[in-house]
């Protein structure tokens, strides 16, 4: 069984920073990409930024210049500090992972959600 944990979300103003992180656990064998998707109320859900295992980072134009990606590979956790926050930011944040287990093949596992909230 695979588990991906978040942490991190909350309340902020405009202007202001919060860092979400995220940890895989469980019966792994290798994860590939790690990402961070968003979701608002009637929207589907929406990649925010993503990192393959090798460091390759991938950006969401709204993200680029004030969100970054990053990930400890020993520590099966993703992480993104987000900065200069907006209230168009407000939403609940995924994280997401491509992780093969020991005998089974590559699958999509997805964090339970955490509520960022900016206020303006």
């Known amino acids: 069984q695979v588990q991906l944990v978040e942490f991190g979300g909350g309340l902020v103003q405009a202007g202001g920073s919060l860092r979400l992180s995220c940890e895989a656990s469980?019966?792994?064998?290798?994860?590939?990409?790690m990402g961070w998707y968003r979701q608002v109320p009637g929207k589907q859900r929406a990649l925010v930024a993503d990192?393959?295992?090798?460091?390759?980072?991938n950006y969401a134009d709204s993200a680029k210049g004030r969100f970054t990606i990053s990930r400890d590979n020993a520590k099966n956790t993703v992480y993104l500090q987000m900065s200069s926050l907006k209230p168009e930011d407000t939403a609940v944040y995924y994280c997401?992972?491509?992780?093969?287990?020991?005998?089974?093949?590559?699958?999509?596992?997805w964090g339970q959600g955490t509520q960022v909230t900016v206020s303006s």
């Open positions: 997401h992972a491509e992780i093969r287990r020991w005998g089974s093949p590559l699958s999509d596992y």
């Open positions: 469980g019966s792994i064998l290798r994860i590939n990409t």
């Open positions: 990192i393959t295992s090798g460091g390759n980072t």
